[in-house]
Structure formats: structure tokens, C-alpha cells
């Protein structure tokens, strides 16, 4: 009995040896993980503009959002991703020239108006007119190139799997000084107040514009029902109104009775007169507003920074026109479709898509963009997408406008192009744009909205009842 006793207790100890044994072992077994190709390929999910206006004025603002899709390499690590610029095609270039935004985790990247001009820099470009290239051409114009590429973990060492996007060539062009100094647009100090634009004070006056002529002014300016005066640095110890109703700007004077409308108020300072007229520039076409029959026309902003007139507009297949006040009287098409304005010329043949339209009067000529145009949706609009949204304008660069929103008891956000890839809310309530942040609840009213992107690490909005 006692040998029996004594076998088993010797094979116990030997399995329990063993257990142990292979325990240490596999202790020192580390899970490995096969890094796979990407399940897709990483591409650009933004559309790009055909032209990126550059110039030191505009330095702060985002010059392009590039956005790209995710990918999965098929293992439990984060992927990253990498943005990537070059003055060359080869990505060889001196790397002052050069943009990398460093390891991201997000699948989107700014840049700015300001580092696109240190690479304008490197292509040799400035903004005088007097200057050109080595073949007598004005070396305003250059090309630019960017990629993104995605990789696991740090996506380095021996066994590093990435992918990248196609090089995309975006095309740059420095804003040409082409105005004598001191006769440059610039907002001035007098603007319009009153009942018949912003109660009398209770936000920002409408700013006048300087001219050409010293002591003449200029303001774009949609009015109320109601009166209105002109005074200088939105307070009242200069103001003028006009006693008599003759035209004459009279220091102090009466109230101007104004009715509701888009106008045009120019002030005279040399001989004390001043102007109202009705003025108001919109795209009319089967592209748009079938003719003016489905609706207004899209109204077009001033951009005293170019001189130019500005709309962000969603359009159809078909054609359209640019014409004034929102009747034939004057009109204007492109007879030869060369980008030229041609008093009562031939329509214009568009396809559907998002677009900045750009009326350049000085030059007798329009440009239409593809690009990137921010609108308003949500319950308090458009019950989140059932109608179209209600499209913004970049009105100065980096500043959105939408002008006499009708909002009702709701939530609201602002997306791009109609689409969520892109698009803000206000995670706080604190007036600070949020990607991706809470909706932002609304009371019904009349509204103008303003979109604030001039700070790129804290846009900002805002919303005026009128």
C-alpha cells in the first residue's frame, strides 16, 4: 500500500513540474499582429478650387480644409496620417518650401493663405505688376502640390505599412497690386443706422467704402421698412441726416424714410449730398431659379477687399445670366465663353455643383469656382436636409454671410456643400465654432448669420435678429 501511496504522489510532482514548466513558457509568448494592406485607398474627399487668391491681407485665413477618407490596415493600433506640400512634384524640395503637418490623428488638415506664400515664396512669386518671369510673363501665377499618406502606429521601422493619396496640384495666384496708393477700397468710418437697418444701434452700423474720390463713400447695404442717418464710428457726434427730404446731408438732420430693399447709398462729403438707389446684383437661369419663376434671384455680396461682387450658390444643370435688380434691364452673359461680362450676351451653360461666382467689374469679367460653400441646416431651417440649405458667402475672405435667414423654433448647424463631412456646431454655447460640435438651438426670426473663420484656431459665429 505504501509503494502504491508513494508512485502516485512521484507522478503528481512530475505533472505539476510540467504545468509549471509550461507555464513559464508560454509566459513568455507575446501576441503578434499582421499589419495588412489598407482595406481601401486613402484619396481627397474635398473639392478644390481651380484658383487659390493669395495675399498678405488675408495671411490668418485657411487658404483649403483638405479632408480624406479613413483607412484600416486590419490591426488594433491607431492609424495615422500624415499632409504633405511641395513646391515640387518629387516632394524634394528645400524644406522651408515645403508643408508637413506631422503625425495626425484626425482625417483632416488646414492650411493657411500665409503658408501657401512661403511656398509661393520658393516658386519665385510676388504681387507686383511691374515684375515677370524669366519669358517676360507676369510671375504672379505657380503651382503647388500635396499629398497625405496614411500609416499603423508610427509607420516606421523594417515591416512600416502605408499608403498615399494621388498628388493633387492646386494652383496659386498672388493677388497683383494693381491700385495707386491711397485710392485702395477700405472700409471707412461712417456707416449707415437707423430702424431700417439695425435698431438704431443695436448691433454694428452698415459700413460705407472708400472710393477713388476723397470724400466719397460708398455702402451695399440691404434696408427695413423704416428710417434711417449716417454717422461717423457708430456713435452720434457726427451724424447727418436730411432736413427737407432734398438730398442734402444736413449735420444732425432728420430721419430718411427708407423702405425695404437691396441698396445702393452713396455720400458725398465734398458737396454734402448723398444718394439711395436700388442695387442688388443675382444669378437668373434655368440653372438657378428657372428664369426667376421658382424665386428670387441668388443675391451677390460686396468684397471691398477685391472690389468685386461675391455669391456662394448651389446651381443645377442648365444656364444662367447676371442681371440687376431682378430684371432684365440690365443683364449680362457671355457671348463667347471666354470668362467675359457681355452687356445682354448669351446664357451660360453650367452643370450642377457648389460654386463661388465672382462679378469683377473693373475688369469686365466673371469667374465660377467649384468649391467649398457653407449653409445652414437643422430643425430650425430645413428640418435637417428636407429642403436645400441656406447658402453663406465669402464676403471678405474668411468672413460667411447669410443675409436675412428665417429661422424657426429649432437646433441648427453649418455644413459644407450640403453634406456632413464638414460641419460645425457649438459645444458650449459660448458664440466658438465646434467641427463636429452640439446643434445650436434657435428662436423663430429674421436672422443674419456670420461665419468667422479669419482665426483658424477658434472661428467664431454669430446670429442677429432683425
Do not use: H
Not at 78 to 88: K, T, V, W
Not at 204 to 217: H, K
Not at 297 to 311: E, G, N, Q
Amino acid at each position: 500500500m505504501k509503494n502504491i501511496k508513494t508512485l502516485i504522489a512521484r507522478v503528481l510532482g512530475v505533472v505539476m513540474a510540467l504545468t509549471v514548466f509550461s507555464a513559464c513558457e508560454n509566459d513568455d509568448l507575446v501576441p503578434e499582429f499582421t499589419v495588412q494592406p489598407a482595406s481601401e485607398n486613402i484619396a481627397f474627399q474635398n473639392q478644390f478650387l481651380t484658383d487659390y487668391l493669395l495675399s498678405k491681407e488675408t495671411s490668418a485665413n485657411i487658404a483649403e480644409r483638405f479632408v480624406w477618407n479613413p483607412v484600416d490596415f486590419g490591426v488594433p493600433t491607431e492609424i495615422s496620417y500624415q499632409l504633405e506640400g511641395s513646391i515640387s512634384e518629387n516632394f524634394d524640395a528645400d524644406p522651408e518650401f515645403e508643408f508637413d503637418s506631422g503625425a495626425l490623428s484626425e482625417t483632416n488638415a488646414s492650411v493657411s493663405v500665409d503658408q501657401l506664400l512661403d511656398m509661393a515664396a520658393g516658386l519665385e512669386l510676388d504681387d507686383d505688376p511691374s515684375t515677370t518671369d524669366s519669358s517676360g510673363k507676369p510671375n504672379n501665377v505657380g503651382t503647388v502640390y500635396f499629398k497625405v499618406t496614411a500609416f499603423a502606429g508610427s509607420g516606421q521601422g523594417t515591416d512600416a505599412t502605408s499608403t498615399t493619396s494621388d498628388v493633387v496640384a492646386l494652383t496659386i495666384n498672388l493677388v497683383e497690386k494693381t491700385v495707386e496708393a491711397g485710392t485702395a477700397t477700405e472700409i471707412s468710418t461712417w456707416g449707415v443706422v437707423g430702424s431700417g437697418y439695425n435698431d438704431w444701434g443695436a448691433f454694428a452700423d452698415a459700413p460705407f467704402y472708400t472710393t477713388g474720390t476723397d470724400g466719397v463713400y460708398v455702402a451695399y447695404v440691404n434696408l427695413l421698412d423704416g428710417e434711417i442717418k449716417f454717422r461717423e464710428n457708430n456713435d452720434w457726434t457726427n451724424n447727418f441726416g436730411d432736413t427737407g427730404a432734398d438730398g442734402t446731408l444736413d449735420a444732425g438732420g432728420d430721419n430718411i424714410a427708407v423702405t425695404a430693399g437691396d441698396y445702393k447709398i452713396t455720400l458725398n462729403l465734398n458737396d454734402n449730398t448723398y444718394t439711395i438707389e436700388a442695387y442688388t446684383w443675382g444669378v437668373v437661369g434655368s440653372g438657378y431659379n428657372d428664369w426667376g419663376g421658382a424665386g428670387p434671384d441668388a443675391k451677390f455680396f460686396y468684397d471691398y477687399t477685391t472690389d468685386t461682387f461675391k455669391v456662394g450658390v448651389e446651381l443645377i444643370d442648365g444656364e444662367i445670366k447676371f442681371r440687376l435688380n431682378n430684371d432684365w434691364g440690365t443683364n449680362f452673359g457671355d457671348t463667347s465663353a471666354d470668362g467675359t461680362l457681355d452687356n445682354g450676351g448669351d446664357n451660360i451653360v453650367v452643370t450642377a455643383g457648389y460654386y463661388m461666382i465672382t462679378l469683377d467689374f473693373n475688369a469686365g469679367t466673371y469667374t465660377m469656382e467649384p468649391g467649398n460653400i457653407y449653409g445652414v441646416v437643422g430643425s430650425g431651417y430645413n428640418d435637417w436636409g428636407a429642403t436645400n440649405d441656406f447658402m453663406f458667402t465669402e464676403v471678405n475672405p474668411g468672413i460667411w454671410i447669410a443675409e436675412n435667414v428665417t429661422l424657426i423654433d429649432g437646433e441648427i448647424k453649418f455644413r459644407v456643400n450640403e453634406a456632413w463631412d464638414i460641419n460645425y456646431g457649438d459645444t458650449g454655447a459660448d458664440g466658438v465654432l465646434d467641427a463636429g460640435g452640439d446643434n445650436i438651438a434657435v428662436t423663430a426670426g429674421t436672422y443674419i448669420i456670420t461665419l468667422d473663420f479669419t482665426d483658424e484656431a477658434s472661428p467664431t459665429y454669430s446670429l442677429i435678429a432683425r
